[in-house]
């Protein structure tokens, strides 16, 4: 069994677990559930090795875990998938997965036999590899996470420890993921999934543990609770859901246009003749498998990708270039969207709206004004974290999440871009999101929305186009239902 007793940890002022106690028996999926900063993943990465606990213990069949010790946990059999990928980002994906459990005793480095053993795992989860001999930083975040799954995999492990691990998975990677969490149940193993999907929880997990504000607050068997129950014991009562969109197009004048863009990626084409028109006050949604030009497309239109044909324009402002007025939320909000060591005042001024607006004469920022800005802003948007001059690689990864919208929308773009707006995020926050972005809408923004979240595209968008190897394939209203979609996301129909 694996246990902690009246678990504990602080981090500054922050007290992110108090008094935890918590047991996941062999053959069960046990969920463990809860708003964003709640203390899930601390109690994994005390369970991991990656954390210390400041009072109580962990154990597993009755022996104490070593704490602070990543390698005693893999030999005592826990393996973890974190949702922030820990991969070496300037090696390949082979040479990560080496240093998993595919090599056993064997002393010598055979690249080729442990592709052969990756791609062979990677067959039964329905998982895409990269090409042979790409490099982590060229992987999209869906493939870091592929690759972290089958590495925790390689160990063969007694428990395996899942932290979000679903959010940017395919429906047909998804079913074939948690088959694979029934087999391991099946064979007496331990599963421990994090995650916000309440539906999903309850559709795999035997028992379900709820944190709140870093104490256990409920533990339920799946099968004697709903999802109603879970979000009041996690959050309380949520607002109703908005009615679905309405499906036609704004005749507003267009604000932005993508025009017959057309991109390559070593060697292969990644962008096929892309184009779409924006309205001011419209919301659109890109469905598609990841891998299928979503990063490319974003890359494209941030300017930091140069397409072989076609363009990305703004009303009125020309070919989009640094001062255009767009925001963009990345995929990958560690890498991509924020800088980990600096505090959440400067990322927030990472934003050339935001710097000129705290800019005096001269070009120095008023210092003041900012950190005072974003202690509005972590109110405002209910970011958990010690404050302004916290650093960013200490909020949770849905924090961190909150953060790169936030500033987004703290620059009052004419146009959003958003990879994944919603990953990491819990119902709450998940919820107070859209209810932004159609405020956003409504007073005359324009937003497109890349996601492989196909539930949350239904729910906002009035457009919605389908990606698939690098082409864009409109879907009309009477066309969106789930086997339509799949198949135009999978590249079996166009």
């Given amino acids: 069994m694996l246990a902690a ?103 010598q480095l055979h690249l080729d036999e442990v592709a052969a053993r990756a791609r062979a795992l990677a067959a039964e989860l329905s998982f895409d590899l990269p090409p042979p001999g790409t490099r982590v930083e060229d992987c999209s975040v869906t493939e870091r996470v592929r690759l972290e799954i089958i590495r925790a995999l390689s160990f063969d492990p007694r428990v395996l420890i899942l932290d979000e691990p679903t959010g940017v998975l395919a429906p047909g990677e998804l079913a074939a993921f948690l088959e694979l ?106 469905v598609g498998v990841d891998g299928n030009g979503q990063t490319e497309l974003v890359e494209v239109m941030a300017g930091v990708r140069a397409p072989i044909a076609g363009r990305t324009r703004l009303a009125d402002r020309g070919d989009n270039g640094p001062d255009a007025q767009m925001a963009i939320v990345p995929q990958n909000r560690d890498l ?15 934003a050339p709206a935001l710097r000129r607006r705290f800019s005096r004469s001269g070009g120095w920022l008023a210092r003041a004004r900012a950190v005072e800005f974003c202690a509005q802003t972590l109110s405002r948007f209910r970011i958990d974290a010690a404050g302004p001059f916290a650093p960013a690689g200490a909020l949770s990864g849905g924090n961190r999440q ?42 005359g923004g324009a937003v497109l929305l890349i996601s492989g979240d196909l539930d ?24 969106r239902n789930a086997a339509r979609l799949g198949l135009l996301m999978s590249g079996a129909v166009r």
């Fill in 5 to 107: 007793k009246a678990i504990s940890k602080r981090f500054g002022r922050n007290l992110a677990l108090d008094g935890v106690d918590f047991c996941a028996r062999p053959g069960e999926i046990h969920a463990l559930v809860g708003e964003n900063g709640a203390g899930k993943s601390t109690l994994i990465n005390i369970f991991a090795g990656r954390l210390r606990p400041d009072d109580g213990h962990a154990t597993l069949d009755g022996a104490a875990l070593r704490a602070g010790s990543p390698h005693a946990a893999l030999r005592a059999g826990i393996a973890a998938v974190y949702q922030s990928p820990m991969l070496f980002e300037r090696m390949t994906w082979e040479e990560n997965l080496a240093l998993g459990g595919f090599l056993g005793e064997a002393d």
């Fill in 181 to 286: 969490l029934r087999r391991l149940r099946a064979d007496g193993r331990i599963v421990v999934i994090v995650t916000h999907k309440l539906a999903e929880a309850l559709a795999v997990a035997d028992r379900i543990t709820v944190l709140r504000h870093g104490r256990r607050v409920a533990e339920r068997p799946a099968a004697e609770t709903g999802e109603a129950e879970l979000a009041q014991m996690m959050i309380g009562e949520l607002a109703p859901a908005p009615p679905r969109p309405l499906y036609f197009r704004h005749t507003n004048e267009p604000v932005l246009m993508v025009e017959h863009l057309t991109a390559v990626r070593d060697g292969r084409r990644v962008l096929d003749d892309v184009s779409l028109t924006l309205g001011a006050g419209d919301i659109a949604g890109i």
């Fill in 336 to 350: 991509d969207g924020l800088i980990l060591e600096m505090t959440l005042w400067e990322n927030l001024m990472l």
């Fill in 402 to 443: 909150r953060l790169a919208v936030a500033r987004a929308l703290a620059t009052a773009p004419k146009v959003l871009i958003a990879h994944d707006i919603c990953r990491g995020l819990d119902l709450r926050a998940t919820s107070e999101v859209h209810r932004m972005l159609r405020e956003y809408a409504a007073a």
């Fill in 456 to 479: 949350e595209l239904l729910i906002l968008c009035a457009q919605l186009w389908v990606i698939s190897r690098g082409r864009l394939t409109e879907v009309p209203p009477e066309n």
